[in-house]
């Protein structure tokens, strides 16, 4: 038996209903008539960036923009941050010198403010982003673009970024390694013929949790220098918890564990590389086999069958590195795409390909251009915003959008021990 699922997600419904009421609903909704002007910039103009969330996520961004401003004298300034917790945005405040903002609506309204940077727990971003549109700012956003609860504000994001005319990337800096574009092309040009498979992942020992977020002050309450109503969102309501509020990649309400922390980074390059959209149907297992003290899953393996007749695995644990293997990063497992002539895939500075059984192709190896580098994906995100060309960046909202539906797929399978199909007609999440 088949059960349509509302779009929010599975057991949403009460949360939903308190989204609802918020303001970054009816202000989320209104983007999709109309996004306010923004600032028409001269050929020497400093591009306003606008932090909203300042932990250490946020504090990679800002190192790249200083970096693209100091080393690289490109024309972008820090000049504003926002933060649930006063003292870490007063202290990103004094290191920019930036102006704090307590509410990132304020920050959105600074006319100073050109892009805006989302570094903010994952169930944050989507609402969030969507005010900025409506704002007329261009949006980075943290990976992964939205929470496992929400996908129909995930088809909401992307339908609004399509409208707005705004420039969007998403956060998953991979996407600037030159491989991923080479290989694209070469599958293009049919180096490995029809495809049919893919594998990546994600390997690792360690738990972004306990061991991995510190907290900051074990004495902090809700005040005027920590906003708990602000951090909980559209989120189940709770009281007040310091391990929540600092520690929140461990809890479901607002994380999913490697699923949509690290798969993103796995999966973008995947659906970009191939070429496919929207997933046909997804099946995960996993869960909780090594971190215990948390509520999301350190161990997550997803199948994704898309309607191009290609199935992707996504496979990783964050309970071993898998050293038998090399990866490209920390812990992410090199991609292998496979195709009715062959396979191709990554070592080192090469690109690989392999022929299949039967076909006439020969081995073949390429050069890979150039790495991963995060001021290269925040340079061609701003090169985008100074062109106004949203589609020129690495990782746009449509890309971000295929990817976390099936991200999403793969979440609710696990919980439900069903598997997810999505209705393309109805663009829904079909859970049976």
Not at 4 to 31: C, D, E, I, K, Y
Request: include cysteine; charge should be positive.
């Amino acid at each position: 038996m088949k059960t349509s699922v509302t779009p929010s997600g599975p057991g949403a419904g009460s949360t939903r209903r308190q989204f609802l009421r918020r303001s970054a609903a009816a202000t989320g909704a209104a983007v999709l008539a109309t996004a306010l002007p923004r600032r028409v910039l001269g050929a020497g103009d400093r591009l306003g960036v606008g932090f909203i969330g300042c932990g250490g996520r946020a504090g990679a961004h800002m190192g790249a923009v200083r970096y693209l401003r100091d080393q690289q004298q490109y024309p972008v300034q820090p000049v504003a941050v926002c933060d649930a917790y006063r003292p870490r945005m007063d202290r990103a405040a004094q290191a920019l010198g930036a102006k704090p903002h307590a509410d990132y609506r304020d920050l959105l309204a600074d006319p100073a403010v050109d892009v805006v940077c989302i570094a903010t727990p994952d169930h944050l971003h989507a609402p969030q982003a969507l005010e900025a549109l409506r704002a007329g700012k261009d949006v980075y956003c943290e990976k992964p673009v939205t929470h496992w609860r929400q996908y129909d504000l995930t088809r909401r994001l992307a339908e609004a970024a399509k409208k707005s005319g705004r420039v969007f990337q998403l956060g998953s800096q991979g996407m600037s390694d030159g491989a991923w574009h080479q290989v694209r092309k070469l599958v293009q040009d049919g180096l490995i013929g029809r495809p049919i498979h893919a594998e990546c992942g994600y390997f690792r020992v360690g738990d972004w949790g306990e061991r991995g977020m510190p907290i900051d002050d074990p004495q902090a309450r809700p005040g005027p220098d920590l906003d708990w109503e602000g951090f909980l969102g559209d989120a189940p309501r709770r009281d007040f918890d310091v391990s929540r509020f600092f520690r929140w990649r461990m809890y479901e309400d607002y994380a999913g564990g490697p699923s949509t922390d690290l798969f993103p980074h796995s999966l973008t390059p995947v659906v970009y590389m191939l070429g496919i959209g929207l997933p046909a149907l997804a099946v995960a297992t996993g869960g909780m086999f090594r971190y215990t003290e948390r509520e999301v899953p350190d161990t997550f393996n997803l199948l994704v069958d898309y309607p191009e007749k290609v199935t992707v695995a996504v496979l990783g644990t964050q309970g071993n590195n898998d050293p038998t293997r090399p990866g490209r990063g920390a812990g992410q497992r090199i991609p292998v795409l496979r195709g009715w002539d062959g396979s191709i895939t990554v070592e080192g500075k090469e690109i690989l390909f392999a022929p299949a059984d039967g076909s006439k192709k020969e081995r073949q190896k390429f050069p890979i251009e150039h790495g991963e580098n995060l001021g290269d994906h925040w340079k061609n995100f701003l090169d985008a915003c100074r062109a106004r060309k949203p589609a020129d960046t690495f990782a746009p909202m449509d890309l971000a959008y295929h990817v976390q539906t099936a991200l999403i797929m793969g979440m609710w399978s696990l919980k439900q021990g069903k598997v997810a199909r999505f209705d393309a007609a109805k663009g829904e999440i079909v859970m049976g």
